[in-house]
């Protein structure tokens, strides 16, 4: 942000100058008028491209060390608009997922969702709301049937690094029905490998 603050002062100073030379040797005075309707193009053409370059390079950094929460929703979904928020699991999965923050360099609480904070509590807007999805399917390939649980979120607030398209879900293929305790693994692994990492 500074570097491009610095290039635009620098353009500002060399369009300033570039305008007081042709006020100097004046022809006419359509000569000025044109010099200064230059000048502000350029300058504003100047502003806009440092303002997208930074927004850019911010877009695309963690912005996340201003967090110190997570509020953690479970949506288990078996087919479209039928799915069930499961408390249970977000509740089991916090205690696991809280000793991992012990490696960040700044301390960070996970909560399940039951146990959030609310907009009228301290430090709600350094809470990251991250609702997580397990969808279920069955799939049939030569004829042989395989259940397919697909582990994901995203973050409605913190968005940028934590959006559906900055993350890969995980994929669990079975033939046989797969049992809570290996989509909460599935969930942990998912938080600790694609949120808390950029916090380390």
Known sequence: M?????????????LVEFTRRALRRPRSYSHIIRAFVKARICL????????????????STPHLSSYGTICISVFDLTDSHKYRVRDDISDRIAPTLNERTQKLARRIRILSRPN????????????????????????????????????????????????????????????????????????????DTRVLSLMR
């Open 44 to 59: 504003s053409a100047a502003i806009i491209l440092a303002v997208t370059q930074s927004e850019i390079v911010q877009s």
């Open 2 to 14: 500074a570097a491009d603050v610095g290039r635009t002062a620098a353009v500002r100073r060399g």
């Open 116 to 191: 959030c904070l609310k907009p009228n509590q301290y430090r709600y807007s350094q809470q990251i709301s991250l609702e997580m999805f397990v969808k279920r399917q069955v799939l049939t390939i030569s004829g042989k049937q395989y259940n397919v649980v697909v582990v994901g979120g995203s973050s409605s607030n913190a968005q940028g690094v934590l959006s559906d398209y900055e993350l890969q879900p995980i994929l669990l293929v079975r033939d046989s029905q797969i049992p809570d305790d290996d989509i909460e693994k599935s969930l942990s692994e998912y938080v």
